[in-house]
């Protein structure tokens, strides 16, 4: 069975553009999140979705946002890159909410 | 609130012995506690979970120990073997995998 898979597993944006980041999760789950991983940060939620609606998002500006589609595949879009936005963003997919969440190999992003 | 506590922040074991990992929360109303492994360059990998009805799951080399009381839980590795190097992370939250809250993580170097 197919784990969770992003793409690009690499991006460079230049600041003030927009980056957008592409998830598969793993056949049969429908929720979808969004974790960013900072260097010396830790990992920090930025969105959960699921059934196609945005349930939760974490303390991160509205330049962060993204979508589900009706295959519940997801997308994270970043407006207006900043330097600070450098990080390996990493996708996970449960089967339901209250279930163990699975995580991606992540999509390192390098803002210049 | 919102914070989980980890520590140590790295911690070096010789082929063998115990690697103890600690994590403290402050919000009792976290229900769900699992721990992740990461190695370099690769999304980070359920290893085992619990929830605040038990004091210990054990799954092969790895236990959860949980003090709902003090509001701690610890991951023990037994017999670490050097494939066990790997920065591990704990984690809570209320529900399942919705808005995981992450400690800082360690890094764990097992010598051979």
């Known amino acids: 069975e197919a784990g969770v898979t992003q793409s690009p597993t690499h991006l460079i944006k230049t600041r003030g553009q927009q980056a957008t980041l592409r998830c598969s999760p793993i056949?049969?789950?429908?929720?979808v999140y969004w974790y960013q991983q900072a260097l010396g940060l830790g990992l920090q939620f930025l969105l959960w979705?699921?059934?196609?609606?945005?349930?939760n998002r974490g303390n991160f500006p509205p330049r962060f946002s993204g979508r589900q589609f009706p295959n519940y595949s997801s997308e994270l879009n970043v407006n207006a890159l900043e330097l600070e936005d450098s990080a390996l963003y990493l996708c996970a997919s449960s089967l339901f909410v209250n279930t163990e969440a699975f995580f991606g190999q992540g999509t390192r992003l390098t803002v210049v | 609130q919102q914070q989980v506590k980890q520590s140590p922040q790295s911690l070096i074991v010789q082929k063998g012995g115990i690697s103890i990992i600690n994590c403290a929360y402050e919000?009792?109303?976290?229900?769900?506690f699992p721990w992740y492994q990461q190695f370099p360059g690769k999304g980070p990998a359920l290893l085992i979970a619990i929830r605040p009805d038990v004091s210990e799951k054990k799954e092969g080399r790895f236990t959860i120990s949980f003090n709902k009381s003090a509001k701690q839980f610890s991951l023990h590795i037994m017999d670490s073997q050097p494939g066990d190097s790997a920065t591990y992370f704990c984690a809570a939250s209320w529900g399942g995998s919705e808005k995981l809250v992450f400690g800082k993580g360690t890094k764990l170097t097992v010598n051979p």
């Open positions: 979705y699921d059934e196609g609606e945005e349930r």
């Open positions: 056949s049969g789950h429908t929720s």
């Open positions: 919000n009792t109303a976290f229900d769900y």
